[in-house]
């Protein structure tokens, strides 16, 4: 919102939320009725139907950008600002999509207004060449004037300050305007459309390839990485005049009163508005090498949903934590797309950056599902994925690589173990987090809490956290076999707090994978369910208490955070993730994975000291033995 929102600053669909496809419907619905249900040929207008075909394309067009802007800042080549993107910024951004509903709007109501607009031939190469003469002349010229006088205090404060809140852009950024704004804008837009449509000159392809370009500029211009080789210059020079890089338009946002220009920097060279260090930026843009990084989490892929909520999909969706939407069903077959991709790419890429004080960060995904994970004959695939990643993280530098989700699991690498036997060498410390995740649990438990019951598929962290609690004189309620195991490790003294019951009593519930949910409705009413698992149970009660799985709130200098890690709040990170970097910022140099295990008290310690908090345990459960 710009910081004294002028008139018609709101869009006009703004109360409907994710229901403002429903402007488009009775077009749409009419399109393709008018198209397939018409007696007559001469009725059935291509032209017209293709409007909804090009709504999809532009949508298309808009996440291909931001996936490739994304991927490529996290890597760190070419990146030209290394400033933060917070959650606020993507808030903001959410509604890139109106000004597509509106293109879609006002060329549906052309067309049924304008005779003109009726079968419009699929190519014309005067139609082209208008349309660009149009928009390097009159376009780009009214554009710039437009654009100084946006910056003058009054106009600024009431409507273009709403762009200029986002001083790193995303491509996401190019569109969000006040709605007043984008009407300028599109009324400039379509000079060159209106005056090949009324001199019976337009043609789909031009009208395609002028929204084609717009969109490309625009989206490009906005990227916070460079991408135009500097060869294109030196072989033609003056394209330096007609083409602006992503680094020009960006010294637009940060310094503010230069490089106007829409598209073609021409008027800036003219009037004497270039800024003075276009040329150096976009240079040292180019020569910017790929960041090391000093901390490694490598994840995976969770549901086939999950490549939408990853930071590379959907915006919005990774801003959020992962749930599932009604309207997935609809993009099954890009879902089924990606999941086929996932079992031919084989290598880990890229997902995240963060910036934790001095110290890189990155986030790498292997590109497989937890499913993938249980297959017998895709465990060979996945451990050389992430004996890959290890090797590369070794190679670059890196100091530590933490394992999330079941890259630790026991089954598939004996928690990481596998890749310790196998390079004794290795400089970078290969980190489960166990620890961390044994002491976020121990510190979740309310105070005074008695008793415990404990359930769920046994790991590494399981023993440890039944190990610490009957150690410091709380009660563990456990059944079957694990019971006999873990009463061998203690003495006799501490293993009279190991109780063989199948008692649900207590409301205090430690949980991991394979809770059932029968087990579930035999809980009393209140309980609260403590995950110690990497992910979290399904939740059947709802007069139970569900705690997040482990996982602790991280301090404000954690930077460049916009997205959220799988089922966590925001700005919440897990504690597998959270050890890789108290690992990094302590220094220690030992390996923590197979059967190893920290000290749990030094490492919960260690995380406090670095600005990490414990979440809040629901306060409406109080500890009863």
């Known amino acids: 919102m710009a910081t004294k929102p002028g008139i018609l600053t709101e869009w006009p669909w703004a109360s409907l939320g994710n229901f403002k496809y429903l402007v488009l419907a009775p077009f749409v619905g009419h399109s393709i009725y008018s198209f397939f249900m018409s007696k007559e040929e001469s009725q059935r207008d291509f032209s017209y139907i293709f409007i909804f075909l090009y709504i999809v394309m532009r949508m298309v067009h808009h996440q291909m950008w931001i996936s490739l802007s994304r991927y ?72 710039y004037w437009l654009h100084r006088a946006l910056h003058h205090h009054f106009l600024y404060s009431r409507y273009h300050s709403h762009h200029h809140s986002s001083i790193v852009t995303e491509p996401h950024t190019a569109v969000i305007h006040p709605f007043a704004e984008i009407v300028t804008y599109l009324t400039l837009f379509f000079i ?6 009324f001199t019976g000159t337009a043609s789909i392809a031009s009208i395609v390839a002028y929204a084609i370009y717009l969109d490309f500029m625009n989206l490009m211009g906005h990227c916070n990485f460079e991408l135009i080789p500097k060869w294109t210059f030196s072989i033609f020079p003056p394209l330096k005049y007609l083409i602006y890089t992503p680094s020009f338009h960006s010294l637009h946002h940060t310094q503010f009163r230069s490089n106007y220009s829409l598209f073609m920097p021409m008027y800036d060279y003219l009037y004497g508005t270039v800024d003075k260090s276009s040329d150096t930026l976009y240079e040292k843009s180019l020569e910017r090498k790929a960041e090391l990084p000093d901390v490694v989490h490598l994840t995976h892929l969770t549901t086939p949903e999950s490549i939408y909520h990853l930071r590379l999909g959907f915006a919005s969706l990774a801003s959020k934590p992962h ?21 031919i790419y084989g290598h880990t890429f890229v997902v995240e950056r963060n910036l934790f004080r001095n110290l890189k960060i990155q986030t790498w995904a292997i590109p497989k599902y937890s499913m993938q994970y249980f297959m017998q004959w895709q465990r060979d695939t996945i451990n050389n994925l992430i004996e890959e990643a290890i090797m590369e993280a070794d190679q670059k530098g890196v100091k530590v690589l933490s394992l999330g989700l079941l890259n630790q699991e026991k089954q598939v690498n004996k928690n990481g173990e596998l890749y310790i036997r196998r390079h004794p060498k290795l400089k ?26 404990l359930r769920g598929r046994f790991s590494k962290v399981a023993y440890s956290i039944a190990l610490a609690l ?53 809980a009393p009413k209140g309980t609260l ?35 959220c890690e799988n089922w966590l709040p925001r700005r ?34 260690a995380s406090l000291r670095h600005g990490f908090s414990p979440l809040t345990t629901p306060s409406a459960i109080e500890a009863k033995a």
């Not at 808030?91 to 109501?109: M, S």
């Not at 060159?192 to 449509?197: N, R, V, Y």
């Not at 438990?445 to 008793?451: A, E, F, L, R, V």
Request: glycine letters at 6%; aromatic letters at 12%; proline letters at 5%.
């Open 72 to 143: 490529r800042s996290a890597k760190g080549d070419n990146r030209i600002l290394d400033r933060s993107i917070e959650f606020d910024q993507v808030d903001r951004e959410t509604n890139w999509d109106d000004q597509i509903i509106l293109n879609g709007v006002v060329f549906y109501i052309g067309y049924l207004k304008f005779a003109e607009t009726h079968h419009l031939p699929l190519w014309r190469i005067d139609g082209i060449i208008i349309t660009a003469l149009i928009h390097t002349g009159p376009v780009e010229f009214l554009y």
């Open 192 to 197: 060159p459309l209106s005056t090949t449509i």
């Open 323 to 343: 749930t599932s939407k009604w309207y997935f069903w609809l993009m099954s077959p890009v879902t089924l797309w990606s999941f086929f991709i996932t079992w």
């Open 428 to 453: 970078v410390k290969v980190v489960d987090g166990s620890s961390l995740a044994v002491a976020v649990v121990l510190n979740s438990i309310p105070k005074g809490t008695s008793q415990v019951v």
């Open 470 to 522: 009957c150690q410091g004189g709380t009660q563990v309620m456990i059944d079957g076999e694990e019971y006999k195991r873990l009463k061998s490790l203690l003495n006799p003294e501490v293993a009279t707090n190991l109780v063989p019951s199948k008692s649900y009593a207590s409301k205090i519930w430690l949980v991991g994978d394979g809770l059932s949910e029968d087990e579930q409705l035999k």
């Open 529 to 563: 369910f403590i995950p110690f698992s990497q992910f979290p149970p399904r939740k059947v009660r709802k007069d139970c208490f569900y705690f997040n799985t482990p996982a602790m709130n991280i301090p404000k200098h954690l930077e460049n955070v916009d997205s």
């Open 572 to 605: 919440v990170m897990s504690a597998w993730r959270i050890a890789g970097i108290l690992h990094a910022l302590e220094g220690w140099n030992e390996h923590e994975c197979g059967n190893k295990m920290f000290d749990i008290d030094k490492v919960w310690k």
